[in-house]
């Protein structure tokens, strides 16, 4: 599985972005999918996970009632809406993918994307 991520820049506090992962390779319904998020000089964080059928999802606290994880198995695509961001969401954001288990844990996803800079000013 090949993964592209897009959709970042630079936004003022209490605006939205949308993300997105494009996802190429094998099948992409049978694939959980997540997106973390990590910070200069700190550790990479779950951020949201759906399950393959996307019928399941889960949210770190953080991020809870602001941002929503979805995803369109025609289009393989999964994606992270974010609405009334902080500058504390300024990170770079990743999308990951691993084989059905829906987990907040890097380590058990198995296919990375490259990244996307979202930045939210004062």
Same mark, same amino acid.
């Given at each position: 599985v090949q993964l592209q991520a897009s959709g970042g820049g /630079? &936004?003022?506090a209490g605006g939205s972005l949308r993300l997105s992962c494009a996802a190429s390779g094998r *099948?992409? +319904?049978n694939y959980v999918m997540g997106w973390f998020r990590q910070a200069p000089g700190k550790e990479r964080d779950f951020v =949201? =996970?759906?399950?393959?059928a996307g019928g399941s *999802? %889960? %949210?770190a606290d953080s991020v809870k009632g602001r941002f929503t994880i979805s995803r369109d198995n025609v289009k393989n695509t999964v994606y992270l809406q974010m609405n009334? /961001?902080?500058p504390e969401d300024t990170a770079v954001y990743y999308c990951a993918a691993n084989w059905g288990v829906l987990t907040t844990t890097p380590r058990a996803y198995d296919y990375w994307g490259q990244g996307t800079l979202v *930045? &939210? +000013?004062s």
């Open positions: /630079l &936004v003022q *099948t992409f +319904s =949201a =996970a759906i399950s393959g *999802t %889960y %949210y009334s /961001l902080k *930045t &939210v +000013s």
